[in-house]
């Protein structure tokens, strides 16, 4: 397969959709039959309970939509991010890079449905750590897809600080052969 859907990008493009797809059935799955959004948290482990937050903002909550125009405001904004990466995604060959990208596009896709849908994005999973009396929240509520976008980007930082660009090697020109003395 050649051209803009080779192999890699079709992996990519797969794992997009799928990652969108789990993150709504999870949602689905705690507000319909665990019905959260009533009970509001269910205790699961001593470190991990379903909490119900509606969260109207971006990443750590910031830019609130308080208003209908910052809603969808919020929607183009998440859509055109998502736009770039997968644009972004089609450009990459190598499936490391493709599948970090795909990550963070099925997200995107799973939070944008959300807020198009809802008007917030619905985040469930809390982690935490009780000690010494208190409790310590080292991620805010948070789902699947918010997981795969930081895993995504986790990845994608990994692989530009850590791994040799293969491509550039391919390009470089021999070095010159050096005269043979008699």
């Known amino acids: 397969m050649s051209g803009l859907f080779t192999r890699n990008r079709m992996i990519g493009l797969a794992l997009a959709l799928f990652i969108g797809l789990i993150d709504q059935v999870v949602k689905w799955y705690v507000i319909k039959p665990l019905d959260l959004r009533v009970v509001k948290n269910?205790?699961?482990?001593?470190?991990?309970?379903?909490t119900y937050v509606e969260n109207r903002?971006?990443?750590l909550g910031?830019?609130?939509?308080?208003?209908?125009e910052m809603r969808w405001a919020l929607v183009l904004l998440t859509a055109a991010i998502a736009l770039v990466v997968f644009v972004w995604m089609m450009r990459e060959k190598l499936l490391g890079d493709i599948l970090g990208l795909a990550m963070i596009l099925g997200g995107a896709i799973g939070?944008?449905?959300?807020?198009?849908?809802?008007?917030y994005v619905i985040d469930y999973a809390d982690f935490h750590i009780t000690a010494f009396g208190g409790t310590f929240r080292p991620f805010l509520v948070f789902n699947v897809a918010d997981a795969a976008i930081t895993i995504g980007v986790v990845i994608i930082l990994a692989?530009?600080?850590?791994?040799?660009?293969?491509?550039?090697?391919?390009?470089?020109?021999p070095p010159a052969e050096r005269p043979v003395e008699s």
Do not use: V, Y
């Open 62 to 68: 910031m830019f609130q939509a308080s208003t209908m």
């Open 57 to 59: 903002g971006m990443s």
């Open 42 to 50: 269910i205790e699961l482990l001593p470190f991990f309970d379903l």
């Open 111 to 119: 939070n944008i449905r959300d807020r198009w849908d809802l008007g």
């Open 159 to 173: 692989r530009s600080l850590f791994l040799r660009d293969n491509d550039d090697t391919d390009t470089e020109e």
